[in-house]
């Protein structure tokens, strides 16, 4: 069946930073893919998506790039401040049965040191 | 009030106790879902409502019971729960279950099962 995989966590970087956050997924068909994120104490929200081959989404200078070769909808961000740490969670759109749900991976926690 | 919201934020309940979690929604959404969030695992989708109509139920055990009695409100019924159990349980909506887009969280009920 359809899944997503993302790297686990934690990873710890220092503010101003370069961030990547790997996400690969196997599906069949086309699906929407999408970077979620959950801030503490909070519920997830929609940080990103694309929904077709080479679509770029991006956010509050966070990037993915929908990569049909490679099955991949890595996550980055140019420089990282310490309020981007959350965990993130990649997700893709599942078309089985009679709804459209989401799968979403293990999420990768941020921590981002001052 | 805006978005989702979900009550009680903590819940703590023995084995043989009934308990419910509420879910409201502001949005004018017609889907509503309940997810279970576990430490190191995937989200796990448990249930899917479509205008108070349950269209999908992945193979929950029957001690968890939904209940959608219009399309803004949701609940869980719980009953004789077990210690694997304890977990986040978050609530959201969506437009429909149709289109592949944006779900809105609440920010979870953290349920300990003693």
């Known amino acids: 069946g359809n899944s997503v995989t993302q790297m686990e966590g934690p990873v710890t970087l220092s503010e101003e930073a370069f961030l990547t956050i790997n996400c690969t997924y196997t599906a069949t068909g086309y699906p929407s893919l999408f970077w979620y994120v959950q801030y503490p104490g909070e519920g997830l929200q929609l940080l990103l998506k694309a929904t077709k081959a080479d679509d770029k989404g991006s956010n509050k200078g966070f990037e993915a790039t929908y990569r049909k070769e490679t099955t991949s909808f890595h996550l980055e961000k140019g420089s990282v401040q310490v309020s981007d740490s959350a965990v993130y969670f990649c997700?893709?759109?599942?078309?089985?049965?009679?709804?459209?749900?989401?799968?979403f991976g293990t999420g990768t926690l941020l921590a981002v040191q001052p | 009030e805006t978005g989702v919201t979900q009550t009680p934020r903590h819940l703590v309940m023995g084995m043989t106790n009934k308990k419910s979690l509420k879910c409201e929604q502001h949005?004018?959404?017609?889907?509503m879902y309940w997810y279970k969030q576990s430490a190191k695992k995937p989200l796990e989708l448990m249930f899917v409502y479509s205008l108070e109509e349950r269209v999908e139920n992945n193979s929950v055990p029957s001690r968890f019971s939904p209940e959608c009695p219009n399309s803004s409100h949701l609940f869980l019924h719980l009953h004789t729960l077990q210690p694997e159990d304890s977990a986040l349980y978050l609530c959201a909506s969506s437009q429909d279950v149709v289109t592949p887009g944006e779900l809105f969280f609440g920010e979870g009920s953290r349920l300990t099962v003693l």
């Open positions: 997700a893709l759109s599942d078309r089985g049965g009679a709804t459209n749900k989401l799968i």
């Open positions: 949005l004018g959404h017609n889907a």
